[in-house]
């Protein structure tokens, strides 16, 4: 549930959403959702000093019930 709205997330705020792909890692520190966008994409994701990717932390700690961390990162 979290990953697909993370996955909505993104994609409405972004140039490429077909370039967007989120998966989920579990490990010993919790679930970690990373997100791949185009690397255009990569300054609306972050944000003016990181407020769009910190707002979307929040969203995500909001919803989820477990210690979940957002990385976001583009295609390399």
Known sequence: MVVDALEFLIKSIVRNPEDVTVTERSGRRGTTLNVVVHPDDL??????????ATA???V???????DVRVNIVDVA
Do not use: E, N
């Not at 995500?60 to 477990?66: E, F, G, L, Q």
């Open 43 to 52: 300054p609306r994701v972050i944000g003016r000093r990181g407020r769009t």
């Open 56 to 58: 979307i932390r929040t």
């Open 60 to 66: 995500v700690d909001a919803i989820s019930r477990d």
